[in-house]
T-cell receptor, first 117, second 113 residues
C-alpha cells in the first residue's frame, strides 16, 4: 500500500519549452501533496505544498509563475515547469500525505529527472 | 524553528558490520520522527517511524528509538548487507498544524562485500 507514482521518470526538453510532471497516489487519497527538488548529493528542498481544490503554497524563493502546481483531485497533482532553462535541470520528487495519516508520514514518488538543453 | 542534524557521511562498512547513523533534532512540542531511505536514482522510501517518546520504530532489521531526553533518533542495524547501500534521511514533523517534513542532510552508506 501507499504507492505514489510520477510520470515521466525522465524528460529532456529544449530551453524555453514547458514540461508537465504528474504525481499520483495510487491506493490512497491525499488532500496534500508536496513537491521537492533535489540537487546531486544533497537533501530535498521543499518547493511547494499542493492542496486539493486550492492554491499551492510556495516556499520562499520559489517562483510560482514558473513552477505551476495544480491539485485537481485527491489523487493527482501536477507540476509544470514553464519556459524551462538549463538551471531548472534537476531531480523533482513529489510526496503525498494520506488523509488518514496520524503521524504525518509522507509517501514519495520515484522522482523525475529533468534535463533542459 | 525545527531542524534535524545528521551524522555526516559517507559511511563505508563491510558486510555484516554494525551500523549506527546519528540523528538529533530541535523542535517544539512532540514531533513525529522518521527515517527514509533513497536508493540511487529513486525517490524516498519510508523506512520506519516513531510518534512519541520511547517508541521504537523497526523495519527490515533497522531500528531507531525516540529519545526525548537527548532529542535523538539514531538509526541502527546489527548486520548490514550490500543491498543496504543507499542514502538515509532523518526527518521530523512537528506537532503543530504544519504538515511539512524537515529533513536532515542525508547520510550516504556504502556496504562492501
Amino acid at each position: 500500500g501507499a504507492v505514489v507514482s510520477q510520470h515521466p521518470s525522465r524528460v529532456i526538453c529544449k530551453s524555453g519549452t514547458s514540461v508537465k510532471i504528474e504525481c499520483r497516489s495510487l491506493d490512497f487519497q491525499a488532500t496534500t501533496m508536496f513537491w521537492y527538488r533535489q540537487f546531486p548529493k544533497q537533501s530535498l528542498m521543499l518547493m511547494a505544498t499542493s492542496n486539493e481544490g486550492s492554491k499551492a503554497t510556495y516556499e520562499q524563493g520559489v517562483e510560482k509563475d514558473k513552477f505551476l502546481i495544480n491539485h485537481a483531485s485527491l489523487t493527482l497533482s501536477t507540476l509544470t515547469v514553464t519556459s524551462a532553462h538549463p538551471e531548472d535541470s534537476s531531480f523533482y520528487i513529489c510526496s503525498a500525505l494520506p488523509l488518514d495519516s496520524l503521524a504525518g508520514e509522507q509517501y514519495f514518488g520515484p522522482g523525475t529527472r529533468l534535463t533542459v538543453t | 524553528g525545527n531542524s534535524v542534524t545528521q551524522m555526516e557521511g559517507p559511511v563505508t562498512l563491510s558486510e555484516e558490520a554494525f551500523l549506527t547513523i546519528n540523528c538529533t533534532y530541535t523542535a517544539t512540542g512532540y514531533p513525529s520522527l522518521f527515517w527514509y531511505v533513497q536508493y540511487p536514482g529513486e525517490g524516498l522510501q519510508l523506512l520506519l517511524k516513531a510518534t512519541k517518546a520511547d517508541d521504537k520504530g523497526s523495519n527490515k532489521g533497522f531500528e531507531a528509538t525516540y529519545r526525548k531526553e537527548t532529542t535523538s533518533f539514531h538509526l541502527e542495524k546489527g548486520s548490514v548487507q550490500v543491498s543496504d547501500s543507499a542514502v538515509y534521511f532523518c526527518a521530523l514533523r512537528s506537532s503543530g498544524s504544519a504538515r511539512q517534513l524537515t529533513f536532515g542532510s542525508g547520510t550516504q552508506l556504502t556496504v562492501l562485500p
